[in-house]
């Protein structure tokens, strides 16, 4: 026995695990965490986004829709620039409308007075580079009757002249405009044009062959934009409502009910009205189905 | 990985002192893992073979079958404590014991030695344990205060708030408080399971004493 009595003699029979060789055992696994973790070893797991749709509710749902976008339209300007409520709109405002009208009044005015023969050089060469489809024609007709009056009226007083001179001023300048708002309107019937032309409407994940967008998608942009609801008219923005609705053989509405209802009164009769809308509207590609739809605040204020 | 590379020197300089600390912190609970788990099983075991047995020589014969139970400590000062009042009346023999020069006392005080070096055994190393656990969130703290400071600087330099100049500097800095609790979390755990371990081989080192000394004086009144 040691002379000291604190030292203790049992332990030297001990088979005690070194600390030092626990370090080592924990040096390394920190190291594999670490590389495991920095994608050294195995690639890192990424969740792909879940993909977000716009979809223009022009294109109509169809059962199963073909690969392409649902965000396109398809490019009618070329034969009836009308047929939409809003969105084709500036083409027919812009492509046919400004050169004939435009032209046909102002020019109407300065016929009478003499100073004609000045103003024929000017318009000729202006309606050429600017308006290049349409107002060819009228500009050579009109100057063609005119002739014969400037030969028989060879007289002009200053003061016609002056009179003539901004009246063509005016008009060179709405011509001016009306080239402008005509290379606009060209621009984005361009455009217009190469998006629908190039991408077919369709969903970017779809199979089909059905030209059109996913019955799903649709009928989400088509209750969020129907749904009106102010965040100030409920004080709470977790609120969730599920609804179940029902489509008939025709693809109309026949019933609707609430899964789960928010606690506020005020939110499920905002998702009553905005799915009522779609009881007058038969969607085909509906018809003989059952959806399931969540409506949330996130979803509202995200419009 | 990113996030660690990109972040500023001090920044870095914490992370480095938190990894150091989650190391030692780990191994020192894979340490007392082991040596609390065969103290316990070792001691079981001992127990089990101290009631069976009638013969303290018999008994000292078998502590080597268990190394690491502080039950067997506390028997070898024990009994080697007997042994050396024994010995100052050579003419005695074994079992012929009293109370008259205070043996029993001696002995229980060498019980109680062997209890203190055996606890402060078993509570090796705990202490870095809750020093780990007490203190990295605050370092970790103080890597991101530091980072975030550094990022509202380059904010400042930039002229710009927007979210996209903000973030990346702020989670950056948040990076050290991450990594400053990995690194506590487990070691507070740890720390409070062995401390747990601990308290009850020391019951049971008390009660083994307790024991101990009971016999001791029943043998010494018996004469």
């Known amino acids: 026995m040691h002379p000291n009595p604190h030292i203790r003699q049992g332990i030297k029979a001990r088979s005690e695990p070194g600390l030092t060789r626990m370090l080592v055992v924990s040096l390394i696994i920190h190291a594999v965490l670490l590389l495991l973790f920095s994608g050294i070893i195995l690639p890192t797991i990424k969740t792909p986004p879940k993909p977000v749709y716009v979809v223009d509710l022009v294109n109509l749902p169809v059962k199963d829709p073909r690969a392409g976008r649902p965000d396109v339209r398809k490019g009618p300007e070329k034969t009836e620039p009308t047929p939409g409520a809003s969105a084709p709109e500036p083409k027919p405002e812009a492509v046919p409308l400004p050169p004939k009208p435009e032209a046909k009044p102002e020019v109407v005015k300065p016929e009478p007075p003499k100073p004609e023969p000045k103003p024929e050089p000017k318009p000729k060469p202006e309606p050429k580079p600017e308006p290049k489809p349409t107002p060819k024609p009228k500009a050579e007709a009109k100057p063609q009757p005119e002739k014969p009056k400037t030969a028989d009226k060879p007289k002009v007083t200053d003061k016609e002249e002056a009179s003539v001179t901004t009246a063509l001023e005016k008009l060179q300048k709405k011509q001016e405009y009306a080239g402008v708002q005509d290379k606009i309107a060209a621009m984005a019937a361009a455009r217009n044009k190469g998006t629908a032309g190039d991408v077919p409407i369709g969903m970017p994940d779809g199979k089909g062959t059905e030209e059109g967008v996913a019955s799903d998608a649709w009928l989400q942009e088509y209750l969020k934009q129907a749904w009106r609801l102010s965040k100030y008219q409920v004080g709470r923005s977790d609120l969730e409502a599920k609804m179940q609705l029902t489509f008939d053989a025709q693809g109309k509405l026949a019933n609707y009910k609430f899964t789960d209802k928010s606690a506020d009164a005020r939110f499920d009769d905002s998702v009553v009205r905005a799915v009522l809308q779609l009881k007058d509207y038969p969607v085909p590609a509906l018809a003989g189905t059952r959806k399931d739809v969540v409506f949330n605040l996130k979803e509202l204020q995200r419009q | ?223």
Request: net charge neutral; no cysteine.
């Open chain 2, 1 to 223: 990985m990113d996030l660690v590379l990109n972040a500023g020197p001090v920044v870095k300089l914490v992370l480095l002192l938190l990894v150091y600390f989650s190391v030692v912190s780990w191994a020192i609970i894979f340490y007392k893992f082991l040596v609390i788990h065969r103290a316990t099983r070792d001691s079981d075991q001992f127990l089990d073979f101290f009631w069976a047995k009638k013969r303290f020589d018999v008994i000292n014969q078998g502590l080597r079958d268990y190394p690491n139970s502080p039950l067997t400590v506390l028997f070898r000062e024990g009994y080697q404590e007997l042994l050396k009042i024994q010995g100052r009346r050579p003419g005695e023999d074994e079992g012929h014991l009293s109370t008259d020069l205070g043996g029993a006392e001696n002995v229980a005080r060498a019980l109680r030695r062997a209890t203190t070096l055996e606890t402060h055994r078993l509570e090796k190393f705990t202490t870095t344990l809750a020093t780990t656990g007490s203190t990295a969130p605050f370092v970790g703290l103080f890597g991101t205060v530091w980072g975030i400071m550094d990022a509202f600087r380059g904010i400042g330099e930039s002229g710009s708030a927007s979210l996209a100049v903000v973030a990346p500097g702020i989670s950056e800095a948040l990076v050290a408080t991450a990594i400053g609790l990995i690194a506590a979390i487990p070691a507070v755990m740890g720390y409070n399971h062995f401390m747990h371990k601990v308290n009850v081989l020391t019951g049971e080192m008390d009660n083994f004493s307790q024991e101990f000394l009971n016999i001791v004086e029943r043998m010494m009144r018996r004469g």
